[in-house]
C-alpha cells in the first residue's frame, strides 16, 4: 500500500511539475521573454512592427535602418477613444520610409457603425496613397466582459465593415487569433456574414498560421520583441509576400524596399 501512495504521490507531484512548466512556458511567450518563431528574412522579406502610445516615442529612423519595412500604428479604440500618438508615429514612420497603416480595436460593447464612423474621422485625414488598409483588430484579450454570439458579431462588424469600405473604397483586414479565426471567421462565408473575403492578419506567436499568403496577409509572430528605437517590448510582424506582391496590392508605397 506505501509502494502505491508513493506512486500516486511521483505521478501527482510530476503533472504538477509539468502543469507549472507549460503555463511558465505560455507566460514567457506570451510576454515576449521567449521567442518561438523566427521567420527568417529569405522567406518573408517585409517584417514589421506595430505599435500604440504604449510604445512611447520611437526613433523611426533607426528602427528602418534594421531593415523593417511596414508599420501599424493604433488610431482608436471602441466609439470614442484615440491613441494619442498616432499621429506623431504615423508621420514619423513615414518620413523614415516605411508604409503605415493604422488599426482599430473593436469593442463588443459598441455599436459597431459607431465604431467605424469614429475609426474613419481619425484615419482619413492622416491617410496617404499608399498606405495599408485599415486594420480592425478582433480578439477578446482586453476586451469588455461580453462574448457576442456568431449572429450578434454578424451584425455588428456588418455596420462597421459598411462604413469603412464606404470612406476608404476598400475593405478592412481582420487582426485575430487562431481561435476567434475558427469561431467566428472560417464559417462566414456559408452564413453571408460580412466577415467573410477579408484579408486577414493572424496573431500565433508558437507557430506559423495554417495556409499560405492566399489564406493571409500579415503573421504577428511575435510580441514583446526587442527592436533598437523602440524603448520596451513591441509586436513583431511579417507580411506574406515579396515588395512586388504588397505593391500589387496595397498600391505603390514610393518607399524604399528594406
Known amino acids: 500500500m506505501r509502494r502505491v501512495h508513493r506512486l500516486l504521490f511521483l505521478l501527482v507531484g510530476g503533472s504538477g511539475l509539468l502543469v507549472f512548466a507549460a503555463g511558465g512556458l505560455a507566460w514567457a511567450v506570451s510576454t515576449g521573454l521567449l521567442q518561438v518563431n523566427h521567420p527568417s528574412r529569405s522567406d518573408f522579406p517585409l517584417q514589421g512592427l506595430d505599435v500604440s502610445n504604449h510604445q512611447g516615442p520611437v526613433d523611426w529612423a533607426t528602427v528602418r535602418r534594421q531593415g523593417f519595412s511596414f508599420v501599424y500604428v493604433k488610431a482608436t479604440e471602441g466609439g470614442d477613444w484615440s491613441d494619442g500618438r498616432y499621429v506623431e508615429h504615423t508621420a514619423g514612420a513615414r518620413a ?58 454578424d451584425q ?50 508558437l507557430g506559423r498560421p495554417s495556409g499560405g499568403c492566399e489564406r493571409w496577409a500579415f503573421w504577428q509572430y511575435a510580441n514583446g520583441g526587442r527592436v533598437d528605437g523602440v524603448e520596451g517590448g513591441v509586436d513583431l510582424n511579417t507580411y506574406c509576400g515579396d515588395p512586388a506582391s504588397a505593391d500589387r496590392e496595397f498600391g505603390s508605397s514610393g518607399a524604399p524596399d528594406a
Open 96 to 153: 523614415a520610409g516605411l508604409r503605415v497603416g493604422a488599426y482599430h480595436y473593436f469593442t463588443f460593447c459598441r455599436d459597431g457603425g459607431e465604431q467605424g464612423r469614429h475609426a474613419v474621422d481619425v484615419v482619413r485625414p492622416q491617410t496617404r496613397p499608399g498606405d495599408l488598409p485599415l486594420v480592425v483588430d478582433l480578439e477578446f484579450g482586453g476586451n469588455c466582459a461580453h462574448t457576442p454570439t456568431v449572429a450578434e458579431l
Open 156 to 205: 455588428e462588424f456588418g455596420a462597421f465593415d459598411a462604413v469603412v469600405r464606404a470612406a476608404f473604397g476598400r475593405p478592412p483586414v481582420l487582426y485575430v487569433t487562431e481561435d476567434f479565426r475558427r469561431r467566428y471567421v472560417d464559417g462566414a462565408a456559408a452564413r453571408g456574414s460580412a466577415l467573410a473575403g477579408h484579408r486577414l492578419w493572424i496573431r500565433n506567436t
